[in-house]
């Protein structure tokens, strides 16, 4: 009788230390899962091998903070691999304060990554001629919407304070028509406003990167056709990473499958509580 | 006056951005720019008045020794430091600030550079991945407690989270291959059809509350007048 009561009460501090566990053991000694391919994850890697690198580029918007950076930056991170591998013009700007220091820290792996393994000043990844870093506009809106017209005129100087308009690649990428997609990865509901304004208004496509809490969000986004794509949660990040390293045969840290086993097992102990749970409380019911 | 002229403003220039939507000539592509720039000069005095209203605030709290008052003064420090380091040191590092110190660390060289960049890396990003990580202990917390099938509805969500949270991650794959499409199935129909009713209700409160702004029957922006 005893041991339904206890099912019912377990401390939160065991709770605690059942799910630290469940976090940490599968960290510290991962085990390899297939990653199995979800279709809103192919959808935004096929649109963007769609897009044409000699017309247009790509703009990753990097609007999260460090709060959800565990979950969105291994998809920042396969975004700009993807890019540079197809040989895309990448845009980086972010929407939030926050944001430019964690897109800076990504920047600076994938363009390592990539310039350890030229030889050529033609084969690497060199800035203001394969990537422009925006920065962060003061007022999102009015620079999403001048974006429409001019680029330069909605981000005057980049991150590094060098007047955009004499970086040698914003003299092929003016405006949306020169870009191909824009990715928004985010932990709030922002890529629904770059929907909103971007695409309702100047046709581009929008992709996203979304946490796993605020995926559910998108859907009737992706199912009209709003949206061309999106990766969803860590699960979605790692799908992403499987792509890209696939069909471009790239090595380099993958964090996001790593916290595939972690993340596996923390859903089954939280899932483990629940039974638990319930079967306390219908036995307890009962009696 | 202090009330008409506002409204005037809002209701002339509300009508105007409405048909400047629908006109694509460039007199009216030139207007709306403009407006644009408007909107950034009134964004940098709002931000300045946010700023001293938030310094305002705090040393308020602290010359009354109200509740939680040394908390201000970590708040005001950060504040003028950061500012400081931002204005002075840049994002780089590469500002006119005094000599920036050095350590050694076995074998390692560390300098630290007075920036922003500093300052983020150092401070903001172990804060916040801090506190967003405490998350996953309340919610499974939460979810043992909470997650009860004591109705059909209850019961309803249980089975459809179960799926969902398996189905999601690649364990969900070993126990049935179809166990991931079903969970898509779940987000891309019932989860689209209920997303797609609260979107349409907030189109439609956002429209009419644009238009009762506009025709000024809503006036809390003024202060309630």
Not at chain 1, 142 to 149: F, Q
Not at chain 2, 174 to 187: D, E, N, T, V
Request: aromatic fraction near 12%.
């Amino acid at each position: 009788m005893k041991i339904w009561e206890y099912l019912l009460k377990i401390d939160r501090r065991v709770i605690f230390l059942l799910v630290g566990l469940s976090v940490l053991i599968p960290l510290i000694f991962p085990f390899s899962i297939k990653t199995n391919v979800m279709p809103p994850t192919r959808k935004l890697f096929d649109t963007i091998e769609e897009i044409n690198p000699d017309a247009q580029g790509i703009l990753i918007a990097a609007d999260y903070d460090p709060q959800t950076m565990p979950e969105l930056q291994p998809m920042f991170i396969a975004l700009l691999r993807h890019s540079f591998a197809r040989g895309m013009p990448v845009l980086v700007m972010s929407s939030y304060i926050q944001g430019p220091g964690l897109a800076k820290q990504g920047l600076d792996q994938v363009t390592e990554e990539f310039n350890c393994k030229t030889t050529t000043n033609a084969d690497s990844i060199i800035y203001g001629r394969d990537y422009v870093f925006l920065g962060f506009p003061p007022l999102w809106l009015a620079a999403v919407l001048r974006m429409g017209s001019d680029i330069s005129q909605a981000f005057p100087a980049d991150y590094f304070k060098n007047r955009t308009a004499s970086l040698e690649m914003m003299k092929k990428i003016k405006n949306y028509n020169d870009i191909g997609i824009v990715v928004s990865i985010a932990g709030s509901a922002l890529p629904q406003s770059w929907v909103t304004y971007a695409n309702t208004r100047f046709g581009v496509k929008i992709g996203s990167g979304a946490t796993a809490v605020t995926a559910p969000d998108f859907y009737p986004f992706l199912n009209t056709g709003q949206m061309s794509g999106m990766i969803a949660g860590l699960k979605g990040a790692s799908e992403y990473e499987y792509l890209v390293n696939t069909k471009y045969n790239l090595s380099g840290p993958t964090p996001a499958t790593r916290g595939m086993s972690s993340q596996s097992i923390a859903h089954l102990a939280i899932l483990i509580l629940v039974v638990i749970g319930n079967i306390g409380y219908f036995a307890t019911r009962r009696q | 006056m202090q009330r008409n002229i506002p409204l005037t403003i809002v209701l002339v220039i509300g009508i105007a951005m409405l048909i400047q939507f629908f006109v694509p000539h460039k007199i009216s592509k030139d207007i709306y720019m403009n407006f644009l720039d408007w909107l950034g000069i009134i964004a940098a005095f709002a931000l300045v008045l946010g700023l001293g209203s938030l310094i305002n605030h705090h040393i308020d709290k602290i010359q009354r020794k109200r509740e939680h008052w040394p908390f201000s003064w970590v708040t005001l420090i950060a504040i003028v430091t950061t500012a400081i380091i931002g204005l002075f040191g840049g994002m780089e590092g590469k500002g006119p600030l005094p000599v920036q110190p050095q350590f050694t660390l076995g074998n390692k060289l560390f300098v630290i550079k007075y920036s922003i960049q500093t300052i983020y890396d150092n401070i903001m990003t172990p804060l916040g991945a801090t506190m967003f990580a405490l998350l996953a202990f309340f919610m499974a917390s939460a979810a043992y407690r909470a997650f009860r099938a004591r109705t059909f509805e209850a019961t309803l969500l249980l089975i459809a989270a179960f799926i969902v949270m398996i189905g999601v991650v690649p364990l969900g794959y070993y126990i049935s291959p179809k166990l991931p499409y079903l969970a898509q199935w779940i987000m891309d129909v019932p989860n689209t059809a209920s997303k797609r009713g609260i979107l349409f209700g907030v189109g439609l409160g956002i429209a009419a509350t644009s238009l009762k702004i506009m025709l000024g029957i809503e006036r809390n922006w003024l202060g309630g007048k």
